[in-house]
């Protein structure tokens, strides 16, 4: 099928936000799944992620630009958040489903005639991106193995979204395909995010699209089998912030918990500490003096031969008067006896 997408029905689960404006909701000082959303049961499957996502958008309508002058103010900023969130802690801490920090590519604006009410379902819109593929508008199309990219698509007020059997009711999801192949795995991903949604339902489609790229990866087997995003953030549910952004939590199932506002604004680093010199000291007098300025303490054995040192540190690392952080590793060597008799 070189000239069209194929028609396959992606092992996806229905991805819905709940139909709230996200507009207007704070930032949460503590975040909890979502009730009666599993919190058990999540693993890889067949581990379909993003490893290094790559994200370029698509801005459609009026409600993003004007063919006199291109993007509008929107558009810019949601340029501005996708490159702030795509390198950003975020992503980092999607590192345990094995996804890293990715990049924003750019983007681009397509018209769409003001007041023309339509209605696409999930395939009828990646119908419409392979057309807008084949025509040239993204930079980068999908080669046959493409596994990182991701079309974000912004439609406008006028086009209504629905699932494949005609329901609504949800402010974005994601999706996948072929693209110029006729089998094998997906090769084309993109989610679609509507006037409502904002930054948080952006953030909630790309973590689910990064760990899950196409019905494959990481969601719990329990319950509706929900993504990552869907324990922790609906559209409408309160937010986290990131640099001056609105963006959804999601669960870390290494942890049990959803994704917190201290992960992503850290406090500051530990201060530096000047380590003592603790060589000739016994083990306890070592271990007592390094943990009163803040240090862990990893103490070995080392067997002295003379027996002139039994009991005592004969050697530290990192060595007496550098700096440290507070709650770094201090090793201490301690002299045992030999296995035979002292001189």
Not at 24 to 30: H, I, L, N, R, T
Not at 293 to 322: K, M, W, Y
Request: proline letters at 8%; glycine letters at 12%.
């Amino acid at each position: 099928m070189d000239n069209e997408i194929a028609q396959i029905q992606p092992s996806v689960i229905q991805r819905r936000l709940d139909p709230e404006v996200a507009s207007g909701v704070g930032a949460a000082d503590q975040i909890n799944p979502i009730p009666g959303q599993p919190t058990t049961g999540f693993n890889a499957h067949a581990g379909e992620v993003m490893a290094s996502p790559r994200v370029f958008a698509i801005y459609w309508g009026r409600d993003y630009g004007s063919p006199a002058t291109g993007m509008n103010a929107k558009a810019v900023e949601m340029d501005r958040f996708l490159t702030t969130v795509m390198p950003s802690r975020y992503f980092t801490m999607l590192g345990e489903y094995l996804v890293g920090p990715g990049s924003f590519l750019g983007s681009t604006w397509v018209d769409h005639a003001p007041g023309l009410a339509q209605t696409f379902t999930f395939d009828g819109m990646r119908a419409v991106l392979g057309s807008w593929l084949d025509a040239g508008l993204a930079p980068q199309v999908p080669g046959s193995g493409e596994l990182n990219l991701v079309f974000l698509i912004f439609p406008p007020a006028e086009v209504t979204l629905t699932q494949n059997d005609g329901s609504g009711g949800f402010c974005g999801y994601h999706y996948s395909g072929l693209y110029h192949k006729g089998l094998g795995k997906a090769n084309l991903f993109f989610a679609v995010v509507d006037t409502t949604g904002g930054t948080s339902a952006v953030a909630h489609e790309l973590a689910e699209t990064a760990t899950d790229r196409s019905g494959n990866g990481w969601f719990s087997d329990a319950g509706d089998r929900p993504e990552i995003g869907d324990v922790c953030s609906a559209c409408g549910s309160a937010t986290l912030t990131l640099g001056g952004f609105p963006v959804a939590s999601y669960w870390l199932a290494n942890e049990s918990r959803c994704l917190q506002q201290d992960d992503l604004t850290p406090g500051p680093p530990p201060p530096q500490v000047t380590v003592p010199d603790v060589r000739g000291q016994t083990a306890a007098e070592a271990i007592g003096a390094l943990r009163s300025r803040g240090f862990v303490v990893h103490e070995q054995s080392v067997v002295d031969n003379l027996c002139n040192f039994i009991g005592q540190v004969t050697a530290q690392s990192p060595a007496g008067g550098t700096q440290e952080p507070e709650g770094s590793t201090v090793t201490i060597w301690v002299g045992v006896r030999p296995p035979h008799p002292c001189p």
